[in-house]
């Protein structure tokens, strides 16, 4: 494990708890989590259902606070942050990929991919839009609207978008979802991509031991603990250490 202070962490927590309500009806969601994400690797989270795996995900990029512990993107402390100050961090250093596509339906592909950086007033750098869109095989497809592309051909799409201004984060919660089991292994394939050939730092939510195969890294979470890590995964040994879990107390 890399060290919490080590450049080499995209993002880390220590002591990361959340927990919603107060006395009887408290529940606890992340509990003490201490993690770090190594740069230019492909992490990702796994869990049963309700184990805090999207919430660790979502306090780690800043969409969620935490009740008590630290979080730092690169060497910026999260914890303290001002809604704007967190909203410019978001912008500017983190992309995001969801289970919904998060289209705009009346965009080309292109506009779709360089919307971030228009709405901030930023001018996307041709020569990393060109590689980005290369390497997504979406050369042919960029004057298309989403109603005029495939499920997997618009995943690889909002894909672009949050590559698209070079984030130092890309968050992916299980996005492929929605999509059929070859379009799912397109857009997998294209995430470890970017991080072999782009550079990127992928952290993906999954609850699919053949999407967490295409990882560097997994971790498991249950009952809000960071629990087990397994590195250089596949599909089998994911699925093993999976079925040794007790199901969650929280949702």
């Known amino acids: 494990m890399v060290d919490a202070a080590d450049g080499r962490a995209a993002a880390r927590a220590l002591g990361l708890t959340k927990a ?3 006395g009887d009806t ?3 969601a992340l509990d003490a989590v201490d993690v770090v994400i190594e740069r230019g690797r492909f992490t990702a989270i796994m869990g049963p259902s309700g184990s805090g795996k999207s919430t660790l995900m979502h306090c780690l990029a800043g969409l969620d606070t935490a009740t008590s512990g630290q979080i730092w993107i690169g060497d910026t402390e999260l914890t303290g942050l001002g809604d704007r100050q967190l909203t410019r961090l978001r912008r500017d ?9 998060n289209l705009l339906p009346t965009l080309t592909a292109e506009e779709n991919i360089t919307l971030p950086a228009d709405i901030a007033g930023r001018r996307t750098d041709p020569a990393w ?3 980005v869109v290369e390497t997504l095989g979406l050369g042919d497809r960029l004057r298309h609207r989403p ?6 051909q618009q995943q690889r799409v909002a894909v672009a978008r949050a590559l698209a201004a070079r984030p130092e984060l890309i968050f992916a919660d299980e996005p492929t979802g929605n999509l059929d089991s070859r379009a799912g292994a397109e ?8 991080v072999d050939e782009l550079a990127q730092t992928v952290v993906m939510v999954t609850h699919d031991p ?8 997994v971790l498991f ?8 890590r397994l590195d250089q995964p596949t599909a089998d040994a994911v699925l093993a250490r999976m079925s040794g879990f007790d199901g969650p107390r929280t949702s």
């Open 147 to 152: 109603h005029e592309l495939s499920g997997g």
């Open 187 to 194: 857009v997998l394939g294209f995430l470890r991509r970017s």
């Open 210 to 217: 053949a999407a967490a195969s295409y990882a560097d890294l």
């Open 129 to 131: 839009l060109r590689q």
């Open 221 to 228: 979470l249950a009952d809000g603990r960071l629990v087990d």
């Open 26 to 28: 408290r529940v606890v």
């Open 93 to 101: 250093r983190v992309g995001f990929v969801f289970q919904a596509f």
């Open 20 to 22: 919603y309500g107060q």
